[in-house]
């Protein structure tokens, strides 16, 4: 793949990201649930493959590494983001992956036939920058 293609295929499917973004910050609980788990939790969604480049990059980054072209340091920091996006993967995203299912299984409400709900308290955790 020359040059020109990959960055023609990466200008593409940061559009699309960015178009499926948008899209969902517009969807409704069901099909937002239905949508992230199938970008986010499954195995062939989304966020597998944005790891799966991560690893491809950080074996790509190894060779050019000890071949001298790339500093360590690259290789180091994606194999550091791969272990960190698999650890969300398996840690904090699976576990949701059966809530997301049964979001997305109950059927549509008119929200404006119901009361509005009280919404919880949320609890947020990470860091902050």
Known sequence: MNPTSADALTDHITQQLGQLSAHL???????????????????????NGVWDLVISGGA??????????FPSEVWLAL?????????????TLAEQQEVLRQIASRPAVDPSAAAPAK???LVVRGRHR
């Open 25 to 47: 910050s517009q969807a409704g609980p069901q099909e937002a649930a239905r949508f992230l788990e199938r970008s986010l939790v499954s195995e062939d969604g989304i966020f």
């Open 60 to 69: 790509a980054a190894q060779r050019y590494a000890e071949d001298g072209v």
């Open 79 to 91: 194999g550091r983001t791969a272990n960190a996006l698999g650890g969300l993967a398996t840690d």
């Open 119 to 121: 919404t919880p308290a």
